[in-house]
């Protein structure tokens, strides 16, 4: 298991005590979807999270968890190379469910047989099931289901029979009961599968037998008893940036550390129109939360000169942001500890390429870095308080209702840590700054006034480097394109593009070629993702 690996199955100093939930596991070979399948789990209110494919039976067994989901994946089981598990885990009366490739590999590795199908099968299907299966139980037998597979299994293993089927696959789900060993060829944790949270619920609750018992208001409860017993009389230094994570943190660090909490608010210079005057107003004169300002401008704009490359720019914010803070704190200081707001999805972003070091064979690739994860430098002068580390979004953002902060900040869009910066295509200049941070205000402005903000996940402008040929006033300008992206989902892991009306759309461009110097054409993202991100560095 490689280094990026074990860190996702050690226990973070500042993680509350798992040993009191309830867990499902989601074994990844390399989907995009393993998050997703998680995140779904933890809709049920048990407690899941993605460990490496490599991962041991003995380690499986110290974790404990109540069941055992093998994710879907890229490759072939009968390709070289492919990646597998360890075999002892079917053995381990645990209950397990394959998802696609999760399906195969278990159908293989107990004797039955896969092969590539006659008829690939991508997108939706309907699905007819055995509605005595305990998998199906309780539900109609037609449904939609998502499919995405170019194998199928053709031979079943010893003691498994068939619970579902579709027009162009005879083997469209499996179960061995006795067992406990189910496997699903579609994919029941997309939204496009009708029903997928109830199998999931009855694979779950119903044959893992699993207490529902993670829920926030027991995670804030643990969580601060964590946080004291980590933190004792020392005190903590907050990164904070005004979104919700940061603004989350220091409610649930105030409430458990009190005046041993002090926060600072580092302005880099990539912050949207008026929001550090805003963070300071807010929290020193309505919250009573001492806020520490260090204006640091020049330093991150002048250490970004002549850096394009996106991965140097998060990693160089991300390293100044640490010595900034080190060097500050000193003045206001000493500190023991760094608290961040620091999510699941960032982790698993940030994650190394997970590589087979015999072969070379790639099975995850790192999407990005993180400035608060992958930027962070190795001589870090700070322990690190990070209670939200194994939380998504939408269980920060319910803990922050549970906690009373206010619902502005709550419904604030995600935004970046590395900000504007990294919504530049190319290199950050103070110019470019400038005509991003008006257009940025112009378009969430817009979007306010149509009653459509709360109705996406996110909405923003990428400027682009790049300069084209336009026409004002019977004069020719050259300046630079703006990228308009707004997307809905549920926790960021997977996005659409949203579908904003065209009256909006054109208000906006109106707005933003008429108000905004620099800019001569809009254009408007309509990709997903996957296959692309949500920010575009």
């Not at 299907?125 to 170019?150: R, V, Y």
């Not at 190319?426 to 991003?436: A, D, R």
């Not at 620099?518 to 254009?523: K, L, Q």
């Amino acid at each position: 298991m490689n280094t990026s690996n074990q860190q996702l199955l050690q226990t973070n100093k500042t993680d509350i005590n798992m040993d009191f939930y309830d867990s499902v596991i989601v074994i990844d070979f390399g989907s995009q979807y393993s998050e997703l399948i998680a995140r779904r789990v933890r809709e049920l209110n048990v407690y899941s999270e993605v460990v490496s494919y490599r991962t041991t039976t003995e380690q499986i067994k110290k974790i404990a968890p109540k069941g055992i989901i093998l994710s879907g994946g890229p490759n072939s089981v009968y390709a070289d190379f492919a990646p597998s598990c360890d075999p002892e885990i079917f053995n381990l009366e645990i209950p397990v469910l394959g998802v696609c490739y999760g399906m195969q590999l278990m159908t293989k590795m107990l004797g039955g047989k896969v092969v590539q199908a006659n008829k690939h099968e991508y997108g939706k299907s309907i699905l007819e099931i055995n509605p005595k299966d305990k998998l199906f139980l309780d539900l109609e037998s037609k449904f939609t289901s998502w499919m995405s597979h170019g194998d199928s299994v053709t031979e079943l293993p010893s003691g498994f029979s068939i619970s579902a089927k579709t027009m162009n696959t005879t083997c469209a789900a499996i179960s061995n009961r006795e067992k406990k060993l189910y496997g699903v060829q579609f994919h029941p944790e997309v939204i496009h599968t009708m029903n997928g949270q109830e199998i999931l619920r009855n694979f779950v609750i119903s044959i893992c037998g699993a207490n529902p018992s993670w829920t926030m208001d027991k995670f804030i409860e643990d969580s601060i008893s964590q946080v004291r017993a980590q933190v004792e009389n020392k005190r903590v230094l907050l990164a904070l940036s005004g979104g919700v994570d940061s603004s989350t943190l220091a409610f649930l660090l105030h409430k458990a550390i009190g005046e041993n909490l002090a926060c600072m608010f580092i302005d880099q210079g990539f912050m949207r129109k008026s929001e550090p005057e805003r963070l300071l107003t807010t929290f020193q004169n309505e919250f009573h939360i001492k806020v520490h300002y260090i204006n640091a401008k020049e330093r991150f704009i002048s250490s970004l000169k002549g850096i394009i490359d996106p991965e140097e720019k998060r990693k160089i914010i991300g390293r100044e942001f640490i010595r900034v803070f080190e060097e500050e704190s000193k003045k206001i200081g000493p500190f023991d500890y760094l608290a961040q707001g620091t999510l699941y999805p960032d982790v698993i972003e940030s994650a190394d390429s997970n590589v087979d070091p015999k072969t070379g064979e790639r099975v995850a690739v790192k999407i990005k870095s993180h400035h608060n994860v992958g930027g962070l430098p190795k001589d870090l002068q700070f322990k690190l308080v990070e209670p939200f580390r194994k939380l998504f979004k939408d269980e920060v953002r319910k803990i922050a209702k549970q906690l009373s902060v206010p619902k502005r900040i709550i419904e604030r869009h995600p935004f970046p840590g590395p900000g504007l910066a990294i919504r530049i295509i190319g290199e950050v200049t103070e110019e470019k700054l400038k005509i991003l941070r008006e257009a940025d205000s112009i378009i969430r402005d817009e979007l306010n006034k149509a009653g459509l903000y709360n109705s996406v996940w996110q909405v923003f402008g990428v400027l682009l480097s790049i300069q084209s040929v336009g026409v004002m006033g019977d004069k020719r300008t050259y300046s630079h394109p703006i990228v308009l992206r707004a997307v809905t989902s549920e926790d960021g892991m997977t996005a659409d593009w949203a579908k904003l009306p065209y009256e909006v759309l054109e208000k906006i461009s109106t707005r933003l070629v008429n108000e905004v110097t620099g800019i001569n054409r809009v254009v408007y993202d309509i990709t997903s993702k996957p296959p692309s991100t949500i920010e575009w560095e």
